[in-house]
């Protein structure tokens, strides 16, 4: 039996656009141990932020098989993948993606409710008070400069104390110094609750805080898979 909590398996992605079909994931092909950190280096169009979509159940791969946990999740419905996300998974995007009309503390406490988690308000609040924004809890988006609007998204995603974390240049939007806060933050939580990262970044000083790293052009893994489980090559 595998040891891999997420396991990426020949996946193809084709998409039609309008002069034809358009190869987006050729033979992608990942596995990534419990309690990982790996980051996924790549040019802009690389594939890079696709791969992280389809691990996360929000892209479905033309043919190739997704795991995450044990659990398929080609063969899941919508709604199964929206509960498993839940429960499993903590996203973190380049935009941040909060709710304008919610304050920090009801953003963060947003996926423990949907998830219909006890004492979720009270959660959410342990978590900003982790990224250090427990004093910014009433605030709205737009009154969070665009670094603490990152930490809490850092703190949603971590709030429900998921096995994956998946970030998406969680540093893009912000300038050096900020992004290098949001950055220890990241990699604090991870360590204290041994949960396995995924990072997309196109920094390779960023990359280096991963424990592996590998790299995608034309949408190829050109760097192998260097787990034992499996090896991806053009």
């Known amino acids: 039996m595998s040891n891999s909590i997420i396991e990426l398996s020949d996946i193809h992605l084709n998409l039609v656009g309008g002069s034809g079909e358009v190869n987006i994931l050729r033979g992608v092909s990942l596995h990534v141990k419990e309690g990982e950190t790996v980051a996924i280096l790549g040019p802009s169009g690389s594939g890079k ?10 892209e479905r791969p033309t043919s190739g098989s997704v795991r995450i946990a044990g659990n398929d999740l080609c063969a899941m419905s919508e709604d199964n993948l929206a509960r498993f996300r839940r429960t499993h998974l903590g996203i973190v995007f380049q935009s941040f993606h909060l709710v304008p009309t919610m304050t920090a503390l009801e953003n963060t406490a947003l996926p423990l409710e949907f998830a219909h988690m006890p004492r979720a308000r009270e959660l959410a609040l342990e978590a900003l008070e982790a990224v250090g924004l427990a004093d910014r809890a009433r605030h709205y988006p737009a009154q969070l400069s665009g670094g603490e609007q990152q930490r809490v998204a850092l703190a949603r995603a971590f709030a429900a104390r998921p096995r994956v974390i998946l970030a998406d240049e969680p540093t893009g939007n912000l300038d050096s110094e900020t992004g290098t806060r949001v950055v220890e933050h990241l990699f604090s939580l ?19 805080r991963c424990a592996r790293q590998v790299r995608m052009e034309d949408g190829r893994l050109v760097t192998p898979d260097t787990t034992g489980v499996a090896e991806n090559r053009p």
């Open 190 to 208: 991870q360590q204290q609750h041994g949960t396995t990262l995924v990072l997309i970044t196109h920094d390779k000083e960023l990359a280096l």
């Open 49 to 58: 932020t696709t791969t992280l979509m389809v691990m996360a159940g929000l």
